[in-house]
């Protein structure tokens, strides 16, 4: 084969980009199941939500299913599983987190990735303000994306402009924004789901709340874990960090909603954090205590 037969053969194609959806107006609608489960489980927790706000949730859930096609955001596939598994789990700590703090918290959601807890639980307390923190430039992206369409259908109706939180979508690290004044010690409430042990979490969610605050992370309690081994490690860390003693929540409803076994790791801040906190996540890895 002569140069001039090489130079005819055909290129290898890079696969064409997939123009993911920016509006609700563009996704596939939800299969009522959806609805279905999400008032089962409203009924059970005994929380109401209006219009708006229902609204706002299954305009997030329906972005997340379009874009979870081409961005691997959640492993959960279905509306079925996403109304359960994401959103009744988010939902679960609205009574502790409004026992916790003001009637409109500030929220840090940590690792937020497809949005949960933090877009439900913005939406159902409601807070005040929201940041949705992911380091990942295309779960930034699409937290951005669902951000706007909470808040589009949350000021859809007249009169509910003024309960929709102020949300914003961050790409960077915990470690970063920590390092920001504007950021640092700030917040009521930063949570995490799935993101890490205990001890990761305080480390990373401490420095961000203000003294007073707390940092809440979902976990597991029953046969085949180990809760309370995680939180001993975590002690002395939570210490230096500012936090008071980890206290597990349990959630009465979570066994009803399919979820048995879910609870709440809930610290408090007591002292100012030092300024040496967050530790980089290399020194985290080589010296896990302080």
Known sequence: MDAHDRSSLPRHASPPRV???RSVDSTAPLDPVFAEILQRGLTQL???LGAPARGA????ARLLLAWNEHVNLSGLRTAEQVARAHVLDSLLAVDVLRALS????SLLDLGSGGGYPGLPLAVALPARRAAL???IGKKAAFLEVAAAAVNDALGAAPGSASDAPELVALAE????LAEEPDQRETWDIVTARAIGSVAEVAELGLPL???GGHVVCWKLSGTGTDLAAEIAAAGRIVQACGGGAARVVLLPAAAALGLGGHCLVVIRKTRPTPGRYPRSPGERRRRPLP
């Open 133 to 135: 923190v992911d380091s």
């Open 102 to 105: 003001r009637a409109r918290p």
């Open 57 to 60: 949730i299954e305009a997030h």
């Open 46 to 48: 005994a929380l109401s």
């Open 209 to 211: 709340v203000h003294v």
């Open 19 to 21: 123009a993911l959806p």
């Open 173 to 176: 690290r915990a470690e970063d």
